[in-house]
């Protein structure tokens, strides 16, 4: 076992802390669409998804490897610098949580990691060319790619479910849907729980415990895993009614094609060892599957809103980060003050999520999704889904002198 020393233990327990944010915050990916369209209970869906986010957390180290090795000079770097980053990590974590938005956790750490080291030792302790080719451009990347395989995947299965029965295509278009859902979650756990490894072992070679260029101890695997799994079982319901009800209306089969686009594509980033944020990849893919069904439409109000929260993540934790740092570097005072103020702030937003509940009983009441917006509604006029039996009779009057008025109105 590691020797440890006092700032160390600390950041470690934070590393750990953002681990379990994460996991909260990303439950949304792999779980919004199977509880949007009722393949899976809201319970059932989470339980699911933490128990294969702790088995996707011991099926590779690639992406573990780019953030303790790539991204950062790791020679450079005390254990305050990481704790820094860290507490511009969690607190922007929070933040997007309370307001309900699936921005990026990955990238949160990423920029505060990033904030730390260059407030600490200078521009150069970054890593250029690991920031561009294995975060900046998967972060753009990724989500278009998911959004375009999802958009012809839901496009296909509907061609070629057409003259299906109804019933029996969505009983197997549900269990479809959870079986991609919970590769999505495996997924995730390959990718999101190795950057807090990654984290944890950056500080171990910061503090003197692990020689550089080690891969995360067992025990570090293990407690990143068990971390967010049970921040994904908790449930991050607010980011879960966005992704699921705020953004566009799923059918079972779009929820298909959206979670196993999402999976391939965050699979492949994790065998090639990119730090993908899954939360750009899965709302890629949500928004290109909505998109896929003929008159689906995507609320590009709540959509925008996402993107602004997207790019603003990287420069906000790093902001955040670089004055954390800054105050750590007077001393012991100055890291106890900043831990006083990461606990402070977290209670206050979890006390501030308490006036307006959101949970597993209401995380999909149809009331709470965003109204559509005058482009969604045009362009749904334009492109009307398609109607099955019960649509053809949804609203025509039983009484045939009704119907009759109906039919002129209608013609009209």
Known sequence: MESFSLILAIVVVTALAFDFTNGFHDTANAMATT?????????????????L???GAFLSVEVANTISKGLVDETGIRPEVIFAALVGAILWNLLTWLVGLPSSSSHALM????????????VGAVNGDALVTKVLIPAIAAPIVAGVAALLGARLTYRLGRRADGKAAAKGYRAGQIASA????????TNDAQKTMGIITLALVAGGSLAPDSDPPLWVILSAGVAIALGTYLGGWRIIRTMGKGLTDLQPQQGFAAQTSAATVILASSHLGFSLSTTHSVSGAVMGAGLGRKGGVV??????????AWGLTLPAAALVAAIAEWVCRMGDWGTAVVAVFLVASSAAIWKISRREVVDHTNVVDPHEAEPVGVVTTAMAAVSPPPAGPADLTADVPADPSEAQAHSAATTV
């Open 53 to 55: 986010n702790l088995v």
């Open 35 to 51: 509880i949007s369209t009722g393949a899976l209970k809201p319970k059932v869906a989470v339980a699911m998804s933490a128990v």
């Open 299 to 308: 609320r590009w109000s709540t959509a925008t809103r996402m993107f602004v």
């Open 111 to 122: 920029g505060g990691l990033i904030g730390a080291a260059v407030a600490s030792a200078g």
């Open 182 to 189: 919970g590769l999505v979650s495996l997924a995730h756990g």
